[in-house]
């Protein structure tokens, strides 16, 4: 997996060298997290790039621990055994994995319930996992540094719903402000006397002196939590949005609102079933959707987000060091990929300064999509040829992949698409091609058929292929050919210049450096 090491004076440009070689960067690798909410119970099994960890293992059991809280003051004795059954699952799963012991985490209900430290005591003498039970703020902070771990340098408001609470914090500059909890988790809710009007004027006032608190919050909402993420399913589905990857999705104050509505004039079981939300979590949607409608109004955010990374990624960013969070996370996921799938591991960074010529004038946010595409332009070689052009794209904007707006996503799956592919029509995503404008669409055709011209020049990582220059006033495309590379340049490679060539509408001119 490690790649050949290189001189000191390597220039690995604005995205710095790779960490994941480094064997303290590396130590964060399959890092096993135990959950362990107030709805439910869930195991993420880390692995990969450490800056960017893959979800090696991914399970959730909906237990509702926290129903009827508020009436008991204690856990639900159902939910109870099936969460400890959970746990004594996960703990024999992480065993027959190998990794090294888990991290559990409890939030509101544990913590709050008069039975919370039995149910630890329980769990620690029949699995030998002790739990840590930890109080509201400190789960702002750690959901907050989860968003931090896919969005670093971000700022705004956090705000990540549970069964039994809601947790607040500010985030800037890569940092976590003021935070504060609530209960407004939707199970604490459901016990609300007097129906609906009481719920709804109980969550306006406990949402003002949330608002008088964290004060004015005007930058993006970000939200975490399995109500949140089932909200914004029915936002998509009702929307008819395409692409149905959660996180970094998108919505405003007024797609909200009309979700909202929709959720109350529709039929939970019909509705629960086109999503593919859980009759547990549905059964709580109309509640989370009244807290978020008034979530917003309070606080008024310019755009909001949807986060897949919350308390659970907030820990594995708590092991960062300072330098590791600093880096960027989508980078370090297409290094590491390159370097454990690439056929040439290494040719990627090669691959990005023959082609950088065409794109010297590109903003940084295209050029570091451009790295990336470099990086992954040849980590599904395996996938059958004729399929190879999709089975990128797929992986390109549906891959666990921090730091990427859905825009970016499909600019970076249409790029890779034309590494293998000279057309774009006639594939079964035509309709996400539409998520970026036509302007965009051929930039990144431009950068796939680049990258499809310069891997047939295909050399060691260090060689020297020759140089492109690009005059884009006078449209012309010159390649100047090493003498070692001029062998490559054969019928297929020309071809294949000459369709970059046809895309940037230019006029070209080969020769052979002396």
């Known amino acids: 997996m490690n790649v050949a090491a290189e001189p000191a004076n390597t220039d690995w440009g604005p995205f710095g060298r790779p960490l994941f070689n480094d064997a303290s960067a590396r130590a964060l690798s ?53 969460a400890l059954a959970a746990i ?10 190998g990794i090294p012991p888990l991290t559990a985490v409890a939030t509101a209900a544990v913590r709050e319930a008069s039975d919370g430290r039995d149910f630890c005591s329980d769990v620690e003498r029949e699995t030998g996992l002790r739990i840590w039970v930890i109080d509201g703020e400190e789960e702002a902070r750690l959901s907050a540094q989860g968003v931090l771990l896919g969005w670093p340098g971000s700022y705004g408001l956090v705000c990540d719903i549970g069964g039994s609470s809601m947790e607040l914090a500010e985030i800037s500059q890569g940092r976590v402000g003021r935070r504060v909890s609530s209960r407004l988790g939707p199970l604490v ?86 999503c593919g939300v859980s009759s547990a979590r549905m059964a709580l949607v109309p509640i ?34 300072q330098r590791l969070r600093d880096r960027d996370p989508l980078i370090e996921a297409c290094r590491f990929a390159e370097a454990k799938d690439a056929r040439l ?58 730091g990427l707006k859905h825009s970016e996503r499909v600019f970076l799956g249409v790029a890779l698409l034309h590494r293998y592919r000279n057309r774009r029509e006639g594939t079964r995503f035509e309709d996400l091609y539409n998520l970026i404008d036509e302007k965009k669409q051929l930039q990144a055709e431009i950068l796939g058929k680049a990258m499809r011209f310069g891997a047939m020049l295909w050399m060691e990582p260090d060689a020297q292929m020759g140089k492109l220059r690009w005059y884009p006033k006078k449209k012309r495309l010159e390649l100047t050919l090493t003498p070692e590379a001029v062998p490559l340049y054969g019928e297929v490679a020309e071809a294949r210049f000459l369709s970059l060539a046809a895309s940037l509408g230019a006029e070209t001119h080969v020769s052979t450096a002396a």
């Open 30 to 82: 399959r890092v096993g997290v135990i959950d362990i909410g107030s709805n439910s119970v869930r195991l993420v099994v880390f692995d990969g790039a450490a800056r960017s960890p893959a979800y090696f293992y991914n399970e959730k059991i909906m237990c509702a621990l926290g129903a009827g809280l508020s009436e008991t003051g204690q856990l639900s004795p159902q939910g109870r055994a099936r």
């Open 88 to 97: 004594k699952r996960f703990q024999t799963l992480a065993d027959g994995m």
């Open 189 to 274: 809710l459901c016990d609300i006397k007097g129906g609906k009007a009481g719920r709804r004027a109980h969550i306006k006032s406990v949402m003002q002196e949330l608002g008088e608190k964290m004060g004015p919050q005007r930058d993006r909402l970000f939200l975490v939590g399995g109500s949140w993420r089932a909200i914004a399913r029915i936002d998509m589905h009702r929307r008819g949005y395409p692409l149905h990857v959660l996180h970094e999705y998108r919505m405003t104050a007024r797609s909200v609102s009309q979700t909202v509505k929709y959720i109350e004039k529709s039929d939970p079981e019909q509705l629960r079933s086109e």
């Open 288 to 321: 989370a959707a009244e807290v978020l409608k008034r979530l917003i109004s309070t606080f008024r955010p310019k755009d909001i987000a949807l986060s897949s990374y919350g308390i659970r990624e907030g820990m594995l960013y708590e092991q960062m060091p």
């Open 345 to 402: 591991p290494g040719f990627g960074k090669a691959l990005h300064s023959f082609i950088m010529p065409l794109f010297q004038s590109a903003p940084a946010d295209k050029k570091r999509l451009i790295k990336a595409a470099c990086l992954l332009h040849d980590v599904s070689w395996r996938a059958h040829p004729d399929y190879r052009a999709e089975v990128c794209f797929d992986n390109a904007t549906r891959a666990n992949l921090g």
